[in-house]
């Protein structure tokens, strides 16, 4: 199971379900101001995450679309939980994912130098 888990880059996928839709539905529950929930937890929590994945995504020399599935649930997240104009959100997550995914140093292959 885990073989496939990892094949299939599941910790990706798992860490963007948790973020782009739990993280949502849960501030959703708690009662927090609209404007905490967008602000500081959105923003801060999405982006330093998107940061983060993108810029593990080419450490580990993944495939590059993986870069949209933290923006892709983050929007589904934000669509069934947030009014429309925080979808913007997604794309700035976007921006940042692929902003890490080309700053971070590509590992080299065995052999080469």
């Keep these: 199971m885990t073989e ?41 929590v999405d982006f330093i995450v998107a940061a983060i994945l993108g810029w593990q995504i080419r450490r580990t020399a993944r495939s ?25 959100l997604a794309i700035v997550d976007l921006g940042i994912s692929y902003l890490a995914y080309g700053m971070a140093t590509q590992p080299v292959a065995a052999g080469e130098n």
């Design 4 to 44: 496939k888990f990892r094949k299939f880059s599941g910790q990706y996928w798992l860490i963007a379900i948790i973020v782009g839709v739990g993280l949502p539905w849960l501030l959703k529950l708690l009662s927090i101001s609209r404007f905490h929930q967008i602000v500081w937890l959105l923003f801060v």
């Design 64 to 88: 590059g679309w993986l870069v949209w599935l933290m923006p892709l649930f983050c929007l589904l997240g934000l669509y069934l939980f947030f009014p429309t104009y925080v979808y913007y």
